[in-house]
């Protein structure tokens, strides 16, 4: 009786649902974010692609760098160095927030609901955000997906201007 009202409210979701929402986000992300950041090499758009698909959860690095095809983890952080990328946990945990940003403008998907779908604790899911991108989960939805691409971008390009502003000195 209660799932049947809930359905008619449209609260409930079935399983398939969800991952057809959580697909749907991962297209719009597998877009929006190499086209915002076009300068980078092959190479690089690689690596968000391979963010994006793992929905920003890298595991272990090491792991991580050799299944993208590198010999080590830090050959992989030189990469990002020189593509001007932000290390990798902080690169996961940006695809991540726009991942989740991207659900919550989409069909209002709390944090929370989502750490819970994937089997996580939610209160990591929110430290994560706020630690590596710097913003509260509230202050990130607030915003919204755009503005949110745009710091991410900007964190991205942090490397060529001091480099830019080096060469001018």
């Given amino acids: 009786m209660l799932q049947r009202h809930t359905e008619r409210a449209g609260r409930y979701q079935s399983p398939g649902s969800r991952f057809a929402r959580r697909i749907r986000g991962m297209l719009d992300l597998r877009t929006a974010v190499p086209q915002a950041v076009p300068w980078l090499s092959p190479l690089g758009h690689k690596i968000l692609s391979t963010l994006i698909a793992c929905d920003g959860k890298i595991g272990s690095v090491e792991v991580f760098a050799h299944n993208a095809g590198f010999t080590s983890?830090?050959?992989?952080?030189?990469?990002?160095?020189?593509?001007?990328?932000?290390?990798?946990?902080?690169?996961?945990?940006?695809?991540?927030?726009?991942?989740?940003?991207?659900?919550?403008?989409?069909?209002?998907?709390?944090?929370?609901?989502?750490?819970?779908?994937?089997?996580?604790?939610?209160?990591?899911?929110?430290?994560?955000?706020?630690?590596?991108?710097?913003?509260?989960?509230?202050?990130?939805?607030?915003v919204g997906f755009d503005h949110m691409l745009v710091r991410f971008v900007q964190r991205c390009g942090r490397r060529d201007r001091g480099i830019a502003q080096s060469h001018r000195a």
């Fill in 73 to 142: 983890r830090h050959q992989l952080a030189r990469l990002l160095h020189r593509e001007g990328l932000p290390p990798l946990e902080e690169l996961g945990a940006w695809v991540y927030t726009l991942g989740r940003l991207l659900d919550w403008e989409a069909s209002h998907v709390s944090l929370c609901k989502s750490a819970l779908w994937s089997g996580d604790d939610p209160g990591t899911h929110y430290r994560r955000i706020q630690h590596l991108c710097g913003v509260r989960w509230s202050e990130a939805r607030t």
